[in-house]
């Protein structure tokens, strides 16, 4: 089945400070996608990228799709406390199947 | 609207013992699936559905089974729970355009098991 690798597994930042989660495939993505987990809670849908070097960004988060769409990017700028969780990647490569990374868990000091 | 609703929410066994965890969805969505959430590991797929009267295996589907009589319910069957089956479950659901595994899920709030 399809493999995404997700990195770094954990990340400790002050509030204010940057954060990137990166997803990685050693296949084409046809498309990926990103959740948010609070601690807790269910994963809940952030967004879908579809095509080469897309660009979306949402507020203070930024996601990007590699050019050869093997990897993918989720940055936030000056985090806050509410950016508390854990994000997924997730992949399909068979259109029936959606692969999820192991997440990043960010923690957010005040 | 209640989106994806799962029951129970916590529930502890005993090795041996079955269970069945429930899933209804609300959406009309004809994709429906079941996750495990274990500590570093994200989430596995266990089965997914296409349609009611469609099942398939997902990564890792020993030890359950399901089945989909209607398109709002896909429920889980743990056959002779095993203390390696203790995990957060999560069912999730959406559309079928291109698949469903690549649209967006939609999860409810999960079951918290624990095998003894």
């Known amino acids: 089945g399809q493999q995404v690798m997700q990195i770094p597994q954990y990340q400790h930042v002050q509030e204010g400070e940057d954060f990137t989660t990166y997803c990685n495939s050693s296949t084409t993505l046809s498309n990926i996608q990103w959740y948010k987990q609070r601690p807790g809670g269910h994963p809940v849908f952030l967004i879908q990228?579809?095509?080469?070097?897309e660009v979306k960004k949402q507020k203070r988060l930024t996601f990007q799709f590699g050019e050869a769409k093997k990897n993918s990017s989720l940055h936030i700028t000056a985090t806050q406390t509410t950016d508390v969780g854990t994000y997924f990647c997730a992949a399909s490569g068979s259109a029936r199947q959606l692969t999820f990374g192991s997440g990043t868990q960010l923690t957010v000091l005040p | 609207n209640a989106g994806v609703t799962q029951t129970p929410k916590f529930q502890v066994l005993k090795t041996g013992q079955s269970m069945t965890l429930q899933c209804a969805q609300d959406m009309n969505h004809e994709y429906m699936s079941w996750y495990r959430q274990d500590p570093g590991m994200g989430l596995r797929l266990i089965h997914y559905s296409v349609g009611a009267g469609i099942t398939d295996q997902g990564e890792v589907p020993n030890g359950y089974n399901v089945s989909r009589s209607t398109t709002e319910d896909f429920p889980l069957r743990l056959l002779s729970a095993a203390p390696s089956q203790t995990s957060v479950y999560f069912c999730a659901s959406s559309s079928t355009a291109g698949g469903g595994g690549n649209q967006p899920q939609h999860f409810g709030d999960g079951t918290r098991l624990s095998i003894l």
């Open positions: 990228l579809v095509k080469s070097g």
